[in-house]
């Protein structure tokens, strides 16, 4: 059984399925019976048909990794601050930290992009939790033996709402 990891954003079809939908498209010329017997869309078939050689290789999935950083990405620069700065002042606060940024090496980003490279490069700490913790941890003491206190609910039923037979 294959196991769907989390990080996808959808169920990728297998190499078996894309080489099979392809030949038998480029055998039958049939769009449509060919989508409704391997459950892809056009779109899919028509792309596959695109990139078939002859060779599954060339239907494997390809990296979707970026070839160049982002113009607008934290430069090596950047970064080499940060880590600096971070490792002389490794307790204050991100709000200081941005400020002796901007102080000391004309800093020009924006505070949340810093807090992102913060978390990024693990320097954030886990603040502990100030939720008061529940004292009761749901099992109750059932007593197993006679003379034992116990403790029932007991729910008040009101006489007009009784319609049954009361016995005494």
């Not at 239907?59 to 700065?85: C, F, G, R, V």
């Not at 800093?107 to 990024?120: A, E």
Request: with cysteine; aromatic share 12%.
């Amino acid at each position: 059984m294959t196991i769907i990891t989390q990080n996808k954003r959808y169920l990728p079809h297998e190499i078996t399925t894309k080489v099979n939908s392809v030949k038998l498209y480029r055998s039958t010329r049939d769009i449509s019976f060919v989508c409704r017997r391997y459950h892809i869309s056009k779109a899919s078939l028509m792309r596959w048909n695109k990139q078939y050689d002859g060779t599954t290789e060339s239907l494997l999935s390809k990296s979707h990794k970026p070839h160049t950083p982002h113009p607008n990405a934290h430069t090596s620069e950047e970064l080499k601050w940060i880590a600096d700065l971070h490792r002389r002042n490794p307790n204050i606060s991100v709000c200081e930290f941005y400020s002796k940024l901007r102080d000391k090496y004309s800093y020009s980003r924006h505070p949340g992009s810093l807090y992102r490279i913060f978390v990024k490069l693990g320097y954030r700490k886990k603040v502990e939790s100030t939720k008061k913790k529940s004292k009761h941890n749901g099992n109750y003491n059932t007593p197993t033996e006679l003379r034992i206190k116990w403790q029932m609910d007991v729910k008040y039923v009101p006489s007009a709402c009784y319609v049954g037979i009361y016995d005494d």
